[in-house]
């Protein structure tokens, strides 16, 4: 069955594309790139009339978002999560290994979001949907919406740099304590920045190192690409490493540790970070606390 749901724009909105002022409007359609492949698909309409990347939102429009309604059955997917920050308006919840972010498949943190968040008493609530994404096997800080003013300014802030984040990961073999990684990634540029924490020597990896990392740009599989091309593999990442050198079974070392932003209601600059998983702690007791 097809499902048409409809927003009317403020009359005193700033203008803008549709591409830039769509994100969060609707309850499945939190990124820019959900957006687009909705145009792309002719889902949106703009006035009754199929929207594209170039249509403008001046004030006043009526968008119609049209799709099928989701499978609809007893099935539900059961999946606590460790929500380590939560307001009206936004949360941040600690990411498991092995699960997706999103997607088409049913389990995702997506669909799991709203049995472990509180509803939002805002009046333009949605459900909550995560504003970027982490890697199938890294674990950490996601950032989540709660409605659709929010989601829309934290994609903003990310599109614009405002966002940090740190990564820690248990590298292999000997690095510099400090450095930058500046090389393009699939043809665009790209920036890591490291700081080796503590090294400890490895029968079978020569040396293991704890690495701060921090991505300054937001590049799909950035850190772990960078690593590689400099000769450090993150520890069990399955895609990128050197020959002979791979751990299996143990999962992938790489956690995103903090965050940091200027809240988008409150203005409050925001610091959340959350512990070590514990497999980085026997490989490194006496950063237990980090």
Do not use: C, W
């Not at 007893?74 to 919840?93: F, H, S, W």
């Not at 304590?177 to 699939?186: A, E, F, R, Y």
């Amino acid at each position: 069955m097809q499902v048409k749901e409809t927003h009317i724009v403020n009359k005193n909105v700033t203008p803008k594309r549709l591409q830039e002022y769509g994100v969060g409007v609707f309850q499945r359609i939190s990124t820019k790139s959900a957006l687009k492949k909705a145009i792309k698909k002719k889902m949106i309409l703009v006035d009754g009339l199929i929207a594209s990347t170039a249509t403008f939102i001046v004030g006043g429009e009526t968008i119609v978002y049209q799709h099928l309604r989701e499978n609809e059955n007893n099935t539900r997917l059961i999946l606590k999560l460790d929500v380590v920050y939560e307001d009206e308006y936004l949360a941040v919840i600690n990411k498991p290994a092995g699960i997706l972010v999103s997607g088409n498949g049913f389990k995702t943190v997506a669909n799991a979001l709203a049995q472990n968040l509180q509803k939002s008493s805002a009046t333009d609530a949605v459900s909550p949907q995560p504003v970027h994404r982490l890697d199938y096997a890294t674990t950490g800080l996601l950032l989540v919406g709660k409605t659709s003013r929010v989601i829309t300014s934290l994609n903003q802030l990310f599109e614009n740099k405002k966002i940090e984040k740190d990564y820690f990961a248990v590298t292999i073999g000997g690095m510099d304590t400090v450095g930058s990684i500046n090389s393009d990634i699939d043809d665009k540029p790209a920036k890591s920045s490291f700081k080796v924490l503590e090294s400890i020597v490895s029968d079978r990896f020569a040396y293991l190192n704890l690495v701060r990392l921090s991505p300054h740009t937001g590049r799909r599989h950035q850190l772990r690409k960078h690593l590689l091309s400099i000769g450090n593999p993150i520890l069990g990442d399955a895609t990128y490493y050197l020959t002979g050198l791979q751990l299996k079974g143990k999962g992938l070392y790489l956690h995103a540790k903090s965050l940091r932003f200027q809240h988008p209601v409150t203005s409050e600059k925001m610091f959340i970070e959350s512990k070590l998983p514990k497999k980085f702690a026997k490989l490194f007791p006496d950063q237990l606390n980090l």
